[in-house]
């Protein structure tokens, strides 16, 4: 079954502005990682927040980490035209190594 | 550079024909998988490997063989394809303590096969 499950499934907004998008899991975890995926397919490996930490900060991106929601949030700030892609967030069955990931988020910016 | 790659990048074949998708990994890492990536269904593990020589059964192993002869490959093998298995596939690595942890995982840049 999913895990991680992305909202809004669709973000469309203006070069300049910022972007947020909020992930929600259903099990404990360690770890909670964001990925984007460019329109060519590749899958980059974004940013990992720990499940002891609340925030965390990457250039223009900001995670928030909330374990008694169970939920995540990625903020990207300043946003550009490049950074329309689609954004996922996976956790991981940690006895498989397994990553789960959302349905993920697709941002659109406009120049 | 540290990087997994797979071969071939894009690939149409036709239903029954053998083929294989090639995985490697330059940073010596123990874990590996497979995943596809389809509309929908979002990214689902096929197949991983813990070290050399131990494979198991992800989510969506029908259809699909592998094999872990040396640590830094890790093809991928479609014995009879079907159209089905018309899908983007990801090939990822790490360390094994990083994979049980959740830890960050090292993907390859996708294979996109079309099976008619």
Known sequence: ?111 | EAQVTQNPRYLITVTGKKLTVTCSQNMNHEYMSWYRQDPGLGLRQIYYSMNVEVTDKGDVPEGYKVSRKEKRNFPLILESPSPNQTSLYFCASSRLQQAAQGDTQYFGPGTRLTVL
């Open chain 1, 1 to 111: 079954s999913q895990q991680g499950e992305e909202d809004p499934q669709a973000l469309s907004i203006q070069e300049g502005e910022n972007a947020t998008m909020n992930c929600s899991y259903k099990t404990s975890i360690n770890n909670l990682q964001w990925y984007r995926q460019n329109s060519g397919g590749g899958l980059v490996h974004l940013i990992l927040i720990r499940s002891n930490e609340r925030e965390k900060h990457s250039g223009r991106l900001r995670v928030t980490l909330d374990t008694s929601k169970k939920s995540s949030s990625l903020l990207i700030t300043a946003s550009r035209a490049a950074d329309t892609a689609s954004y996922f967030c996976a956790t991981c069955s940690s006895n498989t190594g397994k990553l789960i990931f959302g349905q993920g988020t697709t941002l659109q910016v406009k120049p």
